[in-house]
């Protein structure tokens, strides 16, 4: 069994900022990349960020220079540390991981956490 824990979203005043956890577990061989998503109400599911088994990163212009993500990768853990906030980053935000299970690519996703940004 493989399954993806997220933790860390809640409700912040624009300009607070929130860090976001989430941690792989199970029968993972190998992990890819690791990255997050958001989907607000009404929207298409939407990048936030990704980061490569490499090191690259890679960010949705919406908020680069305000979120940073990184990995632990002895933990299979990816965070997104979410600064300078704005009503607009409102949203369900979803970890994916693309590992290897059983010899197998796989697509993963957490459950989603929610980040409300509101005064």
């Known amino acids: 069994q493989v399954q993806l824990v997220e933790s860390g979203g809640g409700l912040v005043q624009p300009g607070g900022s929130l860090r976001l956890s989430c941690a792989a577990s199970?029968?993972?061989?190998?992990?890819?990349?690791m990255g997050w998503y958001r989907q607000a109400p009404g929207k298409q599911r939407e990048l936030v960020a990704t980061?490569?088994?490499?090191?690259?990163?890679d960010y949705a212009d919406s908020v680069k220079g305000r979120f940073t993500i990184s990995r632990d990768n002895a933990k299979n853990t990816v965070y997104l540390q979410m600064n300078s906030l704005k009503p607009e980053d409102t949203a369900v935000y979803y970890c994916n991981t693309v590992a290897r299970v059983y010899g197998i690519r796989a697509d993963l996703w957490g459950q989603g956490t929610q980040v409300t940004v509101s005064s």
């Open positions: 980061a490569e088994s490499g090191g690259s990163t």
């Open positions: 199970g029968s993972i061989q190998s992990i890819n990349s």
